[in-house]
């Protein structure tokens, strides 16, 4: 009876760290969560707040289509 117990015990130690493991694995190459800790950015044309990944950038200014970047770099 002993020994199933230990068999049994062994086979959750395995298993809890295969999963410890692995969720340390895919943490690594994993992207923040979008909203949670990222930087908000103001689109310089229209105002509009974003996450700062879905932004795009042009000599420090920020804008939240291609459109508003054209538009704010034609003046
Ligand atoms: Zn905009």
């Known amino acids: 009876m002993a020994k ?3 068999l049994v015990l062994g086979l959750l ?3 809890w760290i295969l999963k410890t493991y692995r969720r340390r694995v895919g943490r690594g190459d994993a992207r923040p969560p979008a909203g949670a800790g990222e930087d ?3 689109c310089a044309r ?3 707040h974003l996450p700062r990944s879905e932004s795009l950038t042009t000599r420090g200014h920020f804008y939240c289509s291609p459109e508003h970047q054209r538009e704010h770099r034609a003046g």
Do not use: D, F, N, R
Request: glycine share 8%.
């Open 4 to 6: 199933i117990i230990l």
């Open 40 to 42: 908000m950015v103001k």
């Open 13 to 15: 130690l395995a298993y």
């Open 46 to 48: 229209c105002g509009v």
